[in-house]
Each structure stands twice: as C-alpha cells, then as structure tokens.
C-alpha cells in the first residue's frame, strides 16, 4: 500500500471529501462496503450492543445519515433509552476505517409515507413481525410477518464526530467534529 495510491488520503479537505463519497456509494451500490455499516447502541440496561445495518441515506450537507428498521426492534427501545449511537464501516477498497458518533431521532408513523409508498413489497416485509423481533418462539420460523407502516421507523443519524484512519504505506487518522464545521484534526493512529 503506498499513499501515492490514495492521494485524497494526504489532506484534511480531500479526505473528508472521500469519507462522503464512501457513504454515498454504499447508499447507491449495494456491494460497496459502506452498505453495511455496524450499528452501535447502549441498551436500557447500558450493555453495549452492535448489528448489521444497511445505510439508506447519506447527506454531507447536512451530516445525517439513515437506516431504516421495524420500530419494536431493541434497537430503537437503545436509542430511545440513551440517544447516541456510533456507526462503523471497514472500507477495504479505499483502506478507511470509518467511525461517526451521531445522535439518534426515531421517526415513525405518517411522516414516513413518502418513504414507505417507494419501498417494494419485499422491502415492506422486513417491518411487521408477530410476535415482536426479539421474542422467544417454539420453532425458528414460529413467527409472521404483517408488512404495516406502522412498524416501520426510520433512525435518522446526525453525525456529530467523524474519526477517520486511512491505512497507507504510512497511517494517517483524522478527527471532524460538527462543532467546528468539519475542519478536521489529525491524530495519532
Ligand atoms: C446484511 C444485513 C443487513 C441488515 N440490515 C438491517 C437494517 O437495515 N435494519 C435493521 O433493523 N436490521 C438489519 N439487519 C438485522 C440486524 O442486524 C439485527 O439482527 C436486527 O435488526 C435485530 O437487531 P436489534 O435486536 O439489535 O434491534 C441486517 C442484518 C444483516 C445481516
């Protein structure tokens, strides 16, 4: 691995440009690595608790990230509990570990109309199992699934930290904060 293979890596700006341009990609292609982020919660009990997610949105504009998920997953009973949840991808392709720490909304019911008229039937029937993700049953397939919007909830992430490190020839690693418009911070890997 040299740097000179990832030129983006050598600046503050160009980097945070690529850590972007990763996430818009897993949101668009669903084999690039930034689809399936690792979602880290706090359970009510504060136990750490970390799943496979897919990375629906992804806006730098704004900083907010989105997943969508069935609203009586522990997941949101997580964020509900304690509103921070970290985000963790391992790009392998462009050599970036990257980690957002973000602040969780739960969205739920009519709001969601636009995005749930969009998603296919097959989409639909991961929202709306019976009884509810988590629960104890006899056999493996002892549930159903009732496709409803109204088990439907979309986390919206609002990336409040960014901590970056690009594995090169040499290591970098970088810190962006929201508090400080995104400027970027190199640290020690
Ligand atoms: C490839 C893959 C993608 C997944 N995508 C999602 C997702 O987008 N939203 C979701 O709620 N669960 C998704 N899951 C399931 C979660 O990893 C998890 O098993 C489930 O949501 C229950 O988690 P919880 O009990 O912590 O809420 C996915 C699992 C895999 C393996």
């Not at 050598?10 to 440009?17: K, N």
């Not at 009586?72 to 985000?87: E, M, N, Q």
């Not at 050599?95 to 009519?110: C, D, M, N, P, S």
């Not at 901590?163 to 020839?169: A, E, K, P, Q, R």
Request: aromatic share 8%; charged share 25%.
């Amino acid at each position: 691995m040299s740097d000179e293979l990832h030129e983006w890596a050598q600046s503050l700006d160009t980097l945070l440009a690529q850590v972007w341009k990763r996430l818009g990609r897993g949101v668009a292609d669903r084999r690039a690595p930034g689809r399936h982020p690792t979602l880290a919660t706090i359970s009510p009990d504060g136990m750490p608790q970390a799943r496979t997610v897919v990375l629906r949105s992804a806006d730098p504009d704004a900083g907010v990230a989105t997943i969508f998920t069935d609203r009586f997953a522990d997941k949101v009973d997580d964020v509900r509990a304690h509103p921070h949840a970290a985000l963790h991808i391992w790009d392998n392709l462009a050599h970036l570990q990257i980690r957002l720490l973000t602040h969780v909304a739960v969205k739920t019911g009519a709001e969601l109309e636009p995005i749930w008229a969009n998603l296919s039937d097959h989409a639909r029937r991961c929202y709306g199992f019976s009884p509810a993700s988590g629960e104890a049953i006899a056999e493996g397939l002892s549930y159903s699934k009732t496709p409803d919007i109204s088990a439907f909830a979309v986390l919206e992430l609002t990336i409040e930290r960014m901590d970056i490190l690009h594995l090169g020839y040499q290591h970098r690693r970088a810190e962006f904060s929201r508090h400080n418009d995104w400027a970027g911070q190199w640290t020690v890997p």
